[in-house]
């Protein structure tokens, strides 16, 4: 029987299809070259540290050492000179203390990116393939391209020094960085790759996929000329009841909307026209029909004439309207006797009812969480997320339990809420932070702050990331 047994390979994010490393990849981390200022500072921090370190060998020693060497003492004089045992003490601890400095800055540089310069100036260094740590060995060889750079004076150093100018990438990476596959970045400005909680969160975001775009709905909104006709009419019922689309008419079988043509009634005391009428106008001969006809004749002639108290002169006698066909003429009533106010019963009182406050309306979008996992959640009302959340301090708000494999959240991490136009997100003094990523920088949510949230930002809780997107 032949076993296999997989390999786990280490797979690497940002290298290209030749398995090279991608510049545009760290840029989109948020990853910055170091400028070629603060890189010549660190140098010279570096190299003045080195200096000082020197001083016991060039002060106790080197007096000495000059006058052996300009034929002042003889070696024996050398030996046996009261200084000579000064001179070995001090520049032994010279010696030591370079020897130490060496090996410290070799294991700073080679296991946390910085040198004591670099980490006063905010350079790191990291591995241009991994944006990990550079490993000591690749560091030692890069400091020995330096060292053997000086073999040729002048040239040599210079060679190297400005090397990092002529990157046809733009990093800044010289000969003795290619060399050894490092790259000096700026902290300060830019993300730090040694920052290993916001290196995870840049790489989530990074590979997370964009947003889909929706495609464009027709407008439902009025034409601003009122004479447009409208790309979309919404349903409307037609004749059958059925709701449908209705078809637009044309101009010239436009149906006519509305009561018949009607002309102003001549006026009534001069008896010229003996055409029935119908509220205040006259009805055409062509349009009268039986129906018109009996509703005419049920209407009253002249309007009910209130009783006039009697006096000398006699009254006039109102002008007769001739018409077509006798017509009822209503009698008006006598008014009912005055009666004491007192036996008047008073009217019931009428109980008002209260007023019914409206509703709160719901936004007209409603928004939505997905997450990194792949997880969404349609927010419709408040909401705590969490690794187990209480809702108890939030009442009237869901609770909703998140996976978290990092133990990156908090039991109850964050409050959501739907608002007009996104989501209101506020950290609920989480231990390890909320944020929020707008244009691909990041901005943290202070606790207790309420922060809103449109469509296409990013909110991260913890280690996790959830894009806010529209239902």
């Known amino acids: 029987m032949i076993w296999e047994i997989d390999e786990q390979k280490q797979t690497i994010e940002g290298l290209d299809a030749q398995g090279r490393p991608d ?10 070259r170091a400028p070629f200022g603060r890189r010549a500072l660190a140098a010279m921090i570096d190299g003045g540290i080195w200096v000082l370190l020197q001083l016991p060998l060039w002060i106790g020693a080197l007096p000495l050492v000059l006058k052996l060497a300009s034929g002042s003492i003889s070696s024996y004089g050398f030996i046996n000179h009261p200084d000579f045992v000064f001179s070995v003490v001090m520049a032994s601890v010279s010696t030591l203390l370079s020897l130490i400095f060496l090996i410290v800055q070799l294991l700073l540089h080679g296991l946390k990116g910085r040198t004591i310069g670099k980490g006063l100036t905010g350079l790191r260094s990291v591995d241009v393939r991994t944006l990990e740590r550079p490993r000591v060995g690749a560091v030692l060889l890069r400091f020995l391209i330096v060292v053997a750079a000086g073999i ?23 000969l003795h960085d290619k060399a050894t596959k490092i790259w000096l970045v700026d902290v300060r400005n830019g993300l730090n790759p ?5 290196m995870r969160v840049a790489r989530k975001v990074v590979k997370a996929e964009p947003t889909p775009e929706r495609s464009a709905l027709p407008s439902l909104a009025t034409p601003v000329d009122p004479g447009a006709q409208p790309q979309y009419r919404p349903g409307s019922r037609v004749s059958a009841g059925v709701l449908g689309v209705a078809r637009p008419y044309e101009a010239h079988e436009r149906p006519t909307v509305g009561l018949p043509t009607v002309a102003p009634v001549v006026d009534l005391s001069t008896g010229e026209s003996g055409k029935p009428v ?11 029909t039986a129906g018109t006809d009996r509703s005419v004749a049920a209407a009253p002639t002249a309007a009910p004439v209130a009783a006039q108290p009697a006096t000398a002169a006699p009254a006039p006698q109102p002008t007769a309207v001739p018409a077509p066909q006798p017509t009822a003429v209503p009698v008006a009533q006598p008014a009912p ?17 209260e007023p019914v406050a409206p509703p709160a309306p719901e936004p007209a979008v409603r928004f939505g969480l997905r997450f990194d996992t792949g997880e969404s959640i349609l927010i419709t009302e408040p909401v705590v997320l969490g690794r187990n959340p209480d809702a108890a301090e939030h009442p009237g708000a869901r609770a ?3 996976v978290d494999d990092s133990r990156s959240l908090s039991k109850t991490h964050m409050l959501v809420r739907p608002v007009e136009g996104g989501l209101e997100v ?9 944020g929020l990523i707008r244009g691909g920088t990041e901005y943290g ?14 909110i991260r809780l913890g280690d996790r990331v959830a894009a806010v997107v529209r239902a």
Do not use: M
């Not at 119908?278 to 009268?288: S, V």
């Not at 006797?337 to 009812?353: G, N, Q």
């Open 400 to 402: 909703i339990a998140l």
């Open 445 to 458: 949510i202070a606790a207790g702050t309420p922060v809103q949230t449109v469509d296409g930002d990013r």
């Open 152 to 174: 040729v004076p002048v040239l040599g150093p210079a060679v190297i020094l400005a090397s990092p100018t002529f990157d046809p990438e733009g990093r800044g990476r010289g």
């Open 23 to 32: 510049p545009a990849y760290a840029a989109a981390l948020g990853l910055l």
């Open 278 to 288: 119908l509220g205040g106008y006259r009805i055409p001969d062509g349009e009268r």
């Open 337 to 353: 006797p005055a009666s004491d106010p007192a036996s008047v019963p008073a009217p019931a009182p009428v109980s008002v009812p």
């Open 194 to 198: 040694y920052d290993e909680k916001r």
């Open 426 to 434: 506020i950290d609920c003094r989480s231990t390890n932070g909320s």
